[in-house]
């Protein structure tokens, strides 16, 4: 078990190279607009994310791939690598969501090599899937023999973790105060992954609709640091 752990933190590690540093996924509209501006306010727009998107899109994903792949069920993994695509509106969110996924499969068919993750990998090269990081994620942790609550909560933190050292980079936050807010969503987090195990397939994409107008409005900011 502790050479899986091992590969898990790896894999959790903010040092990992997705890309996914590159990428606010609407936040840095909200921080142009002045509505995030500070710990408080940043905190407040973190926490409807988890409750929201990271659950119901990406959460979601991840934990309806584990399953499709403990039914040795992938037709069914690249549907829903069509629908997530489909979900997203926003055009940078949806190429970031691309690019990030494709880093990771790229990397991570390397240096965790595995029939599913080939399969994706030529399923991409045909053009035939968009590739999403949520199950680019599953697979990997299938593949570790990861069990799937803890693959689905780790995903959730691997999200939450890139955006607040963005909003610290961004706001921007102290390195403490970035410390003290991945601390406090912790029960955000543990809550959503209970409520992931719960949802249908049939919940999937439900969105916040301010969060999504943001990450449409993205591309329109004169200013940007970020991609997405």
């Known amino acids: 078990m502790m050479d899986k752990l091992l590969s898990l933190l790896q894999l959790c590690d903010s040092n990992f190279p997705s890309g996914a540093f590159s990428h606010s996924f609407g936040f840095e509209t909200y921080i142009y607009h002045e509505k995030i501006r500070n710990y408080e306010t940043f905190k407040t727009v973190l926490c409807t994310y988890i409750e929201t998107q990271l659950t119901y899109v990406d ?42 996924g494709e880093r990771m499969l790229k990397l991570c ?58 909003a610290v980079r961004s706001i921007p936050l102290g390195q403490t105060d970035g410390q003290k807010l991945l601390v406090f969503v912790q029960m955000h987090m543990m809550d959503a992954a209970q409520k ?25 900011l004169s200013v940007r640091l970020f991609m997405s």
Not at 198 to 218: K, N, R, S
Request: glycine residues 4%.
């Open 196 to 220: 992931i195990d719960c949802l249908e397939e049939t919940d999937l994409g439900a969105m916040a609709p301010g969060l999504e107008i943001a990450q449409m409005q993205h591309e329109q």
């Open 59 to 100: 959460g979601l994903a991840c934990r309806l791939t584990y399953e499709c792949l403990a039914k040795k069920s992938e037709e069914d993994i690249w549907r829903l690598d069509e629908m997530l695509t489909a979900l997203s509106l926003a055009r940078e969110t949806r190429e970031g969501n691309r690019l990030i």
């Open 109 to 166: 068919s390397e240096i965790y090599p595995s029939d599913v993750l080939n399969n994706y990998k030529e399923m991409y090269r045909k053009k035939r899937v968009y590739v999403h990081p949520a199950l680019v994620f599953a697979m990997v942790c299938y593949h570790m023999e990861i069990p799937k609550d803890i693959t689905v909560l780790s995903y959730l933190y691997v999200a939450v973790q890139s955006l607040i050292q963005n």
